[in-house]
Structure formats: C-alpha cells, structure tokens
C-alpha cells in the first residue's frame, strides 16, 4: 500500500478520491464532504446539488437499512463523480426489486428512486457482508 493509498484508507482525501466513514448523525459532515468534493472537481452548481443528493440518499438508507454506519468513497473520474457506499447491515434478500425502482415508493422509499432520477448510473451490491450502492453523477 503507498503513501498515498494508507491516506485515504484512513479517511485523509486525494485531490481526485475521499474516503469518509460515517454513522447514525453525521449527515451534516457527509453533505459537506460531498458538496466540497464535487466543487474542487469542476462541477457547476446544479451537479454539486446532484451530487449532494446522491450522497446523502445513499448514506440515509445505509444508516437506516444497514446497521446505522458504513463509508462512503467519491472520486472523479472522465466527466464523473462517483458515489459508492457501504455497510455492515443484512444485505436485501431480493436486488430485483431495487432494479426496478421507477416511483417513489409509499411515504418512505424515495431514496433509490432519487438516486435512480438524478444519477447516470446506480448499482447495487448485496449479501451477508452488507450492501454497496454506488452511483455516477456526471460533471463538467
């Protein structure tokens, strides 16, 4: 592991990568780790609010759905920011349906659904270990 790799590793940043471990009343540091990511990577107003809503999607339903912590880990890369985070919770017995997520769901289940609407992209990885979502929100 280089230098740069154990920085990151223990939630120091890289101009083009963070890494920020999170839990259960620190969305307010989330949304600003994002927010200023986003903006030293060149993205207009409008693409760091879409960033900030990812971001903060996913880290919701991980402290809500995944056992109240996990990480999250942006970088950029041609054109894109990229959003993924993990937790330690059960995992979703049945991806498909996460897959398939194209309205808001009852009075709770908007997350994916704005996630899916604002970002590029969206996948999701599940299992006994926990859940990574990550997402592309595109910049420039």
Do not use: Y
């Amino acid at each position: 592991m280089g230098d740069a790799d154990r920085h990151v590793a223990k939630g120091w940043s890289q101009p083009d990568q963070v890494e920020r471990p999170f839990m259960a009343g620190q969305l307010h540091e989330v949304r600003d780790v994002a927010a200023s990511f986003a903006t030293r990577c060149g993205a207009t107003p409008g693409q760091v609010d879409a960033v900030l809503l990812v971001a903060s999607e996913l880290v919701v339903n991980a402290v809500r759905h995944g056992g109240g912590r996990g990480e999250m880990r942006l970088w950029h890369d041609q054109g894109s920011v990229w959003c993924q985070v993990t937790d330690g919770g059960p995992g979703f017995a049945d991806l498909r349906w996460t897959q398939n997520v194209t309205e808001p769901i009852g009075r709770g289940g908007r997350g994916l659904w704005i996630v899916r609407t604002v970002a590029e992209a969206l996948t999701i990885e599940s299992g006994e270990q926990g859940t990574t979502a990550t997402a592309r929100v595109l910049i420039g």
